[in-house]
């Protein structure tokens, strides 16, 4: 199969990093264009890196430079496929015009995530939503907020117990604010109990992933969440601890073997950035942790991407348990690759 050239907008932005993290050396996309902001107008990979720089294997892309984001001059270039981590202010409308020019983007901004020709897509959940831009040259495809994907991943081996109603409280990393994020002086050594519009963004996409195509539209499901999101000092990760109300009586055993067995589109399909098991199920009383468990998945090129599942506690109908998933891969930049990797396999990109 012949690779697609690929363009990263927002490329020196922590998304935008682990994009390049990503799609270093990868079997189906080749980079061909970095784009930023104005702090980066310029300048080489190597000058702006936020991420260790083992991360970027491909070690010829540390000295590519960014390009000041001219959406014009990226129509011109006419990528296969665009992966956007833009500001949401930005992304709106520059989405939107490389889609009307037969462009694909694959985006992690939150704008135009809850349009209705939008699918926001975590291949493991609702791949069969990608079916909305089916047959379509330029299109836009989403990824949820960072706690959504974490969230939707958790659940989706309990929908066939009947998810009804959701608690959740999420611990939610620095680098989910971007770079620089929250001053240093605000987060260190302190929690904030609020994240602007999160609790809002998670209400909203959680019945979106788990509705249901009917016709070409996704009809929402009618399951609720009440979220509750918390700022913590951690650098990556967000730690999500859910309660879950299901339709009947359930025992650790049917929990365990749900968790254990689960697999979906993305590991049949053996996709570059599917791990081997979406979710890993820790039955240790500490786990999953920030620290050990962030870069959870494998093979190597989908580590960051396997949620993990831990303290998980019954009672009757009620479903506790704590999840964790790395902010930045499997919520943000990872997620994007993974949709792509669906779409080019399926040869619908
Ligand atoms: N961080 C997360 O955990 C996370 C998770 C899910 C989704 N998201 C979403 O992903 C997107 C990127 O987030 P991030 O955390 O990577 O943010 P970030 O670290 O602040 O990066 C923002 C990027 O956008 C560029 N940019 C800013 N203003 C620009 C302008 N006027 N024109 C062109 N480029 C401009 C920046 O370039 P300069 O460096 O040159 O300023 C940088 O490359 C956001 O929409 C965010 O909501 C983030």
Known sequence: MEKMDAVILGAS???????????????????????????????????????????????????????????GKVRRLDPDI????????????????????????????????????????????????????????????????????????????????????????TFQAASGAGYPGIPSMDIMDNIVPYIQDEEEKIVKEIPKMFGSLEAGKVKNSDITVNPTCVRVPVRDSHLEVVRVTVDRDVTPEEISDAYMNFRSVPQEMQLPSAPVKPVILRNEENRPQPYLDSMAGSPDRARGMAATVGRVQISGRIIRYVTLSHNTIRGAAGGSVLNAELMFKKGMV
């Open 13 to 71: 932005g922590l998304v935008g990093q682990r994009f390049c993290q990503m799609l270093s050396n990868h079997p189906y996309f080749n980079i061909t264009g970095l784009y930023g902001g104005s702090a980066s107008d310029g300048k080489r990979l190597s000058d702006v890196l936020k991420l260790p720089e083992y991360c970027i294997s491909q070690s010829e892309l540390l000295s590519e430079r960014i390009d000041h984001l001219d959406i």
């Open 82 to 169: 665009v992966f956007s981590a833009l500001p949401n202010d930005l992304a709106k409308d520059a989405e939107l015009e490389l889609a009307s020019h037969s462009i694909p983007v694959f985006t992690n901004a939150s704008a135009n995530r809850m349009r209705e020709d939008v699918p926001l897509v975590v291949p493991e959940v609702n791949s069969e939503c990608l079916d909305i831009v089916t047959g379509k040259d330029g299109y836009i495809v989403a990824n949820g907020n960072c706690s959504s994907i974490g969230l939707a991943l958790s659940l989706k081996p309990l929908v066939k117990f009947g998810v009804r109603d959701v608690n959740v409280t």
